[in-house]
């Protein structure tokens, strides 16, 4: 079994305001595996574009997205912090894998059905193969690790069918040119906790989303104690009381949404939260969970807010984790080169 480096990489999408589903489902767990592994963090500018994007709009969405980053406490000297059009081997990876990926695996991908909607035949070509680019900005770094949300699980197990398509198909190349079994690992989601998917306030069905038209249907990390306030109260709910235990949330997605939310922003389960407001009224909970969100939200919007104006830090961030990430992602390619069988000078 070929070993490989333990290493972290994950990518967030410069397509609006990011939300408490983007924070709790994954820019937490990219602060928690600091401590623990090499991590490296993108800005993915290049998926943005699979949808229209007003070029003046997304400039300023890649630099909110990194002042995110570091306002969430994320280090972008012992890590990497750069935005993925700045490192061009990603789509240089993506077309050797749009070559390895099979059309019917793409075809189940059940987010760009949703994404596509009924004008699929409108769709963008790129907006289809996303699954690939993701599968490439993952294995470019040969990374190990993933943390996403679990709206993401699907796309993550079509990377590691990628990467396992092609150790078959080339294992001869890959052992003839040192690199044993396997060149690319099997890359792991990590996907845990009370919040992986985070649904919207106004209807708990649908996940919570930067393009839903409602601003109230999410929680933006930029939000003033008001507007968080404001969002907490007017949320949907239901007419029951909270329940004791965590089974009584079966069939009432507003309040298990409420209750898995209170949970991962205080670093409990919802069944310590159901012990605590179990049996009372949406009221009073509401009243508490708008204390937390303000207690843990205030300061990372107001630490956002200052980073963002200060373009000259936040692009000198963004130029120095690209020319760190070019480094490992061109030595990948040179490897994948040689394997495929191109002659390079
Ligand atoms: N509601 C959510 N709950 C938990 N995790 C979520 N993530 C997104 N929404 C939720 C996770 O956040 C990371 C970055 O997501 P993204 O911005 O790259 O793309 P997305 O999943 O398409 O997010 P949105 O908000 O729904 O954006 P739009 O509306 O532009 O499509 C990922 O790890 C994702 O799982």
């Not at 990467?163 to 040192?178: L, M, R, T, V, Y």
């Not at 708990?204 to 999410?218: F, Q």
């Not at 159901?274 to 207690?295: E, H, I, M, Y």
């Amino acid at each position: 079994m070929t070993s490989f480096r333990q290493l972290v990489f994950s990518g967030v999408q410069p397509t609006g305001n990011l939300h408490l589903g983007n924070y709790l489902g994954a820019i937490t767990k990219f602060v928690a595996l600091q401590d623990s592994h090499d991590c490296i963090y993108c800005v993915v500018d290049l998926h943005a574009i699979t949808v229209p994007q007003d070029p003046a709009q997304l400039r300023q969405s890649i630099r909110e997205v990194t002042a995110a980053f570091l306002a969430c406490g994320i280090d972008p000297k012992k890590h990497i912090v750069f935005n993925q059009s700045q490192v061009p081997e990603h789509a240089e990876l993506a077309w050797v894998f749009n070559c390895v990926a099979r059309l019917g695996w793409l075809n189940r991908m059940t987010q760009f059905k949703e994404k596509a909607g009924k004008d699929r035949e409108n769709a963008s070509v790129g907006l289809y193969a996303y699954p690939a680019l993701m599968a490439a900005d993952i294995l470019v770094y040969r990374a190990t690790h993933v943390p996403v949300g679990e709206d993401q699980k699907q796309h993550l197990e079509l990377a590691r069918d990628i990467a396992q398509k092609f150790n078959n198909d080339f294992a001869a190349s890959i052992a003839s040119e040192g690199f044993g079994e396997a060149f690319f690992p099997q890359p792991e989601p990590l996907i845990q906790g009370p919040a992986t998917r985070v649904m919207s306030l106004r209807d708990g069905t649908k996940k919570m989303s930067k393009s839903d038209p409602s601003d109230y249907s999410r929680i933006n990390l930029s939000d003033d104690a008001d507007a968080i306030a404001q969002k907490v109260r007017k949320a949907k709910t239901d007419a029951e009381p909270l329940p004791s235990e965590e089974a009584g949330l079966k069939d009432r997605p507003e309040a298990d949404n409420l209750v898995g939310i209170f949970a991962a922003l205080s670093d409990q389960s919802k069944a310590d939260v159901l012990r605590d407001f179990g049996g009372g009224q949406f009221s009073a909970f509401k009243s508490a969970l708008v204390d937390l969100s303000v207690t843990k939200l205030g300061p990372i919007g107001a630490e956002m807010k200052r980073l963002v104006h200060d373009h000259a830090y936040i692009d000198s961030v963004l130029a120095d984790g690209s020319e760190r990430a070019r480094l490992q992602a061109c030595e990948t390619m040179k490897a994948v080169k040689s394997i495929l069988g191109f002659v390079q000078h």
